[in-house]
């Protein structure tokens, strides 16, 4: 299963905002969107990613507020990126080394989409449920021997 299978599931909804845009902003969008990060965008490239956890480490650090904060200083501006023609098998141990839940998806420089861990997690079980139903199904279909009489000789 390729990333791209995913994002065909997924549809294709992205949630961008600016680097130089105030982060109480961002952080309303992802309240109003209920979602876990924005792709940051600067002329029409990616630039960053901003997460929940961008977010909570910015609170932490600050007594708990984000006031006259700008994303561009709380985003990561080196996220790990994969492509559409990214192997699920190839995803699943990047996201899990570097604790990434949001993965943006690029072909070239444009940006695709982005897969959660959530995704990615789905998306292989729904794949095993599949694969369950029909190993079930051929062993109830699985053909009876003919002659059941009839004892092997060597």
């Known amino acids: 299963m390729k ?13 961008t905002v600016q680097p130089d845009e105030a982060l109480s902003k961002a952080v309303e969008i992802m309240a109003g969107f209920d979602i876990g990060s924005l792709a940051v965008m ?6 960053g990613m901003l ?11 600050n007594g708990g507020t984000i006031t006259n904060r700008s994303v561009r200083a709380v985003m990561d501006d080196h996220p790990m990126t994969c492509t559409p023609e990214t192997e699920l098998e ?20 444009m940006l695709m989409g982005v897969i959660s861990f959530y995704d990615v997690a789905k998306a292989v079980v729904d794949s095993q449920n599949f694969e369950n139903k029909m ?15 009839e004892t092997s000789q060597l």
Not at 42 to 47: C, I, K, Q, S, Y
Not at 51 to 61: A, D, G, M, V, Y
Not at 90 to 103: A, C, G, I, N
């Open 3 to 15: 990333v791209s299978d995913i994002l065909r599931v997924k549809g294709g909804t992205l949630y």
């Open 42 to 47: 600067e002329h029409g490239e990616l630039v």
């Open 51 to 61: 997460t929940f956890r961008e977010l909570i480490h910015t609170l932490s650090q």
């Open 90 to 109: 190839q995803v699943r141990p990047m996201m899990l080394e570097r604790h990434t839940r949001y993965m943006p998806v690029m072909d070239n420089k």
């Open 135 to 149: 190993l079930k199904a051929y062993i109830r279909d699985w053909p009876e021997e003919e002659d059941k009489g």
